[in-house]
């Protein structure tokens, strides 16, 4: 069945600096790529989709570019800050799930001042 | 608007209580979802309702009862809950028959089972 990798967190990093989340997936056909995140005592919030192969989606600084060649969905930023502190899932929809979501474990991220 | 509003914020209950969590949206969605959230873990799939019709329930245990009154309102009715149940409840909505995987949450209610 589908599913979705993502590396372990916690990431720390310092304010400006640059930011790499790993989304790797296995999926049939063509799924629907998403980055979810959310914030401390919230609800998830989308923050990217892509729907297909070399689709970039971006928001708010962030970027992950849909890579059928490696099955990845990578989140980048060029420079976090405090406020981007928050836990990250990576996220598809396809046909094997009835295009339900399938979660990867989430990524929590910390950005230090 | 684009909020998922839930009801309460906060609930505790005892092993014999029945209580109900409550979801709202008012952007014309017309699929809306339960999801089960433990502590560092991706949210769970326990509900789908499609126009208002249970389309998905994922082996959900029966003290578990969703209901759908319209198309704007989702409860959730617990009864006999057990503590592993304590957990964030998270309410989404979506537009549509069709699940593009683009979902607006609410906040949650965070439920303890005593």
């Known amino acids: 069945g589908d599913s979705v990798t993502q590396m372990e967190g916690p990431v720390t990093l310092s304010e400006e600096a640059f930011l790499t989340i790993n989304c790797t997936y296995t999926?049939?056909?063509?799924?629907?790529l998403f980055w979810y995140v959310q914030y401390p005592g919230e609800g998830l919030q989308l923050l990217l989709k892509?729907?297909?192969a070399d689709d970039k989606g971006s928001n708010k600084g962030f970027e992950a570019t849909y890579r059928k060649e490696t099955t990845s969905f990578h989140l980048e930023k060029g420079s976090v800050q405090v406020s981007d502190s928050a836990v990250y899932f990576c996220?598809?929809?396809?046909?094997?799930?009835?295009?339900?979501?399938?979660w990867g474990a989430g990524t929590k991220l910390i950005i230090k001042p | 608007d684009t909020e998922v509003t839930q009801t309460p914020k906060h609930l505790v209950m005892g092993m014999t209580n029945k209580k109900s969590l409550k979801c709202e949206q008012h952007?014309?969605?017309?699929?809306m979802y339960w999801y089960k959230q433990k502590a560092k873990k991706p949210p769970e799939l326990m509900f789908v309702?499609?126009?208002?019709?249970?389309?998905i329930n994922e082996s959900v245990p029966s003290r578990f009862s969703p209901e759908c009154p319209n198309s704007s309102l989702l409860n959730l009715h617990l009864h006999a809950l057990q503590p592993e149940d304590s957990a964030l409840y998270l309410c989404?909505?979506?537009?549509?028959?069709?699940?593009?995987?683009?979902?607006?949450f609410g906040e949650g209610s965070r439920l303890t089972v005593l």
């Open positions: 989404a909505s979506s537009q549509g028959r069709v699940n593009t995987g683009e979902l607006f």
């Open positions: 952007m014309g969605h017309r699929a």
């Open positions: 309702y499609s126009y208002e019709k249970l389309s």
């Open positions: 999926a049939t056909g063509y799924p629907s």
């Open positions: 892509a729907t297909k």
């Open positions: 996220a598809l929809s396809g046909i094997d799930s009835n295009y339900q979501l399938i």
